[in-house]
Nanobody, 117 residues
Framework: QVQLVESGGGLVQAGGSLRLSCAAS????????MGWYRQAPGKQRELVARITSGGSTNYADSVKGRFTIYSNNAKNTVYLQMNNLKPEDTAVYYC???????????WGQGTQVTVSS
């Protein structure tokens, strides 16, 4: 089992910045990749950014150049630095841990990010 605890959401004006944190505990040796997803009201959950255990990253086109995902392995924590935030970034952001194709993903409880115009 893996437990994920998110923090760092909040209310910010357009153009501002926030940093989300996701602390993992438990059987973290089983994790192949971690990522951030978001879900806005009335929309499907979508991938925002992902980082593999080897350090490779990928991003949604809508956040490229504005968001950065990185990890601190010593702290078992993944971060999402979000700059130049836009109102359309408003959503609940969820941390995800991917243990590979033979097991179920783990999810955090979600943290609200609201960007005012």
């Amino acid at each position: 089992q893996v437990q994920l605890v998110e923090s760092g959401g909040g209310l910010v004006q357009a153009g501002g910045s926030l940093r989300l944190s996701c602390a993992a505990s438990g059987s973290i040796f089983s994790i192949n990749a971690m990522g951030w997803y978001r879900q806005a009201p009335g929309k499907q959950r979508e991938l925002v950014a992902r980082i593999t255990s080897g350090g490779s990253t990928n991003y949604a086109d809508s956040v490229k150049g504005r968001f950065t995902i990185y990890s601190n392995n010593a702290k078992n924590t993944v971060y999402l630095q979000m700059n130049n935030l836009k109102p359309e970034d408003t959503a609940v952001y969820y941390c995800n841990a991917d243990p590979g194709p033979y097991a179920v993903d783990y999810w955090g409880q979600g943290t609200q990010v609201t960007v005012s115009s």
